[in-house]
Structures are given as structure tokens and as C-alpha cells.
């Protein structure tokens, strides 16, 4: 079953304005991540939050984790036309041994900047 | 550094035939590989956990001689679709894992006709 959900399914923007995606997931974790995906390529890690983390900044990226509400958001600030893409949140499929390192992907929030 | 390539990058095969996919880590070696498959407008799936030296774990629901899962080395991967139908049509990506992190080929890009 899928461990990540995000909202909003599709979102577009107007260039220099901010986007915010939010990622639900239901079980415990000890780390989330989000990626991005150009149409019909391969992913890009983008930041890694651990659960005991509440806030992360990685150039115009910021990331947030909410362990009480199961919950994240990804926040791209300035937006350019070259962030359009596809994003995705991920949590390891367990928290022990080899299911850490198993990924289970939310459905994904497709972004659309408008020059 | 943590190059992972996919080859090939698109194929189209007839109905009834197989089709190998490699998944290759350029840059470091890697003992754990994963398989994923993404329909259009829709997430990553994990199909299966590719071990070195040892028999790929599939995930539920993921037919296992159907997909046909090697990992013959610590930089290879291979990944053969067998019997191919229209329904298998489909992206598959695959990535490597180095130092609890995965990182992705490009994917490839199947079309059954």
C-alpha cells in the first residue's frame, strides 16, 4: 500500500511565486524523503528530514516533518519554469534491517511553473 | 559520484517476447538494487529488492518468473520481462544502494505492442 500521500495532486504557479506540497504517510518513521522527477526520466534526491529533525533547508528547498501528524510539506521559494516536475515524498517500507532501505513512494504532486 | 545508468533507455518488443533491462552502478559498487515500475501520471511501485549473489525478494503481487530478476555482480543488475503483453507496457527504473541512500537510473521505457 502506498505509505505516502500527496496533496496537492497538481499544482501551477506563476514564476518567482512559492509552491507548497504536503506528503501524509501512516506508519512510523525514522527518516522521509522527496524527490523530483522530470516527465519521463529518472529521480533526483532532493533532501532527506530525519524523524528527530523538524525543519530542513537545502538552497531554495524547505522541508518540514511533523511526526505528531504524520505529515511533511516541501516548500520551493522563488519558483523557476525549470522546477517544473513531478515530486514525490518517500518513507523507508520499516524502521529495522533490510525494510529501511525499502522505499514506498506517495502518488506524487505535479508542478507547473508558468514563465 | 553515484552514477546509475539503465540500458536501454527506450525498447519496443512484440507481444510474446522477452526483454532484458540492465541496471548498472558506474561509480561504486552495490550489493542491494531495486526494481520499480510507474504507470503514466502515477507513482513508483516496487516490484523487487535485486541481492548480489543471491535470490531477489519480490514484493506481493509481483509475478517472480514472470520478472526474472539477476544480479550476477556487484555493479549489474538485470531485470527480464518474459513473455511480454501490452499490460507490461510501462516504465521501469531501477536504483542502487550506497551508504543507506538509493539512487536511481534514468529508467526505461517499455512498450509491448
Known sequence: ?115 | GAVVSQHPSRVICKSGTSVKIECRSLDFQATTMFWYRQFPKQSLMLMATSNEGSKATYEQGVEKDKFLINHASLTLSTLTVTSAHPEDSSFYICSALRSYEQYFGPGTRLTVT
Not at chain 1, 31 to 41: E, F, I
Not at chain 1, 96 to 113: D, E, H, I, P, R
Request: hydrophobic share 30%; glycine share 8%.
Open chain 1, 1 to 115: 500500500s502506498q505509505q505516502g500521500e500527496e496533496d496537492p495532486q497538481a499544482l501551477s504557479i506563476q514564476e518567482g511565486e512559492n509552491a507548497t506540497m504536503n506528503c501524509s504517510y501512516k506508519t512510523s518513521i525514522n527518516n522521509l524523503q522527496w524527490y523530483r522527477q522530470n516527465s519521463g526520466r529518472g529521480l533526483v534526491h532532493l533532501i532527506l528530514i530525519r524523524s528527530n529533525e523538524r525543519e530542513k533547508h537545502s538552497g531554495r528547498l524547505r522541508v518540514t516533518l511533523d511526526t505528531s501528524k504524520k505529515s511533511s510539506s516541501l516548500l520551493i521559494t522563488a519558483s523557476r519554469a525549470a522546477d517544473t516536475a513531478s515530486y514525490f515524498c518517500a518513507t523507508p517500507a520499516g524502521v529495522s534491517g533490510g525494510s529501511n532501505y525499502k522505499l514506498t513512494f506517495g502518488k506524487g504532486t505535479l508542478l507547473t511553473v508558468n514563465p
